[in-house]
């Protein structure tokens, strides 16, 4: 009965996400895009940009992410923007750690991780700058040794 709590408990986590992105996706002017395993072993080599060239990726990086997930909301309402936010912000009590979080007038930017053991295995990247009118949320999925993601996080790659 324990083992069936466990597994319902790390369900419902793995879940939590994915639903901000369910939910949204086909939100008024929302872009969605999925990156699985295949597009990733592809791009390994010669690198990968998302969202016009706001993500870049490359390199050794790839190795650990099985999936990208990302939704465009800079064409979206301002209350679309905002409930995006909301929701990915009230994660932050439901198993996941805030690695970033900076709210200004202009802006936010808030990265959330989800670990199992030493693993991160779910980043979750949410930004808005109101100059720029860019708003996205942006999900990474794999198995990424902490130190190696903040070694990423630093610059140091």
């Not at 369910?22 to 998302?50: P, R, T």
């Not at 060239?53 to 999936?67: A, T, V």
Request: hydrophobic share 40%; with cysteine.
């Amino acid at each position: 009965l324990a083992m069936i709590a466990i597994i319902a408990c790390l369900t419902t986590q793995a879940q939590q996400s994915d639903f901000i992105f369910n939910k949204f996706k086909s939100a008024k002017s929302a872009e969605y895009i999925l990156v699985d395993q295949s597009i990733l072993n592809a791009g390994q080599e010669k690198g990968l940009n998302i969202m016009d060239g706001k993500i870049q990726l490359g390199g050794d990086i790839f190795k650990n992410i099985s999936s990208i997930k990302a939704l465009n909301l800079e064409k979206c309402s301002k209350k679309v923007q905002r409930a995006v936010f909301n929701r990915a912000n009230s994660l932050k009590d439901q198993g996941y750690e805030t690695l970033v979080s900076t709210i200004e007038k202009d802006s936010r930017a808030l990265i959330l991780s989800r670990a199992e053991g030493d693993n991160i295995v779910e980043v979750l990247i949410y930004g808005f700058d109101k100059e720029d009118n860019d708003c996205a949320l942006v999900q990474f999925k794999g198995s990424i040794k902490k130190k190696e993601l903040k070694e990423l996080i630093e610059g140091n790659h």
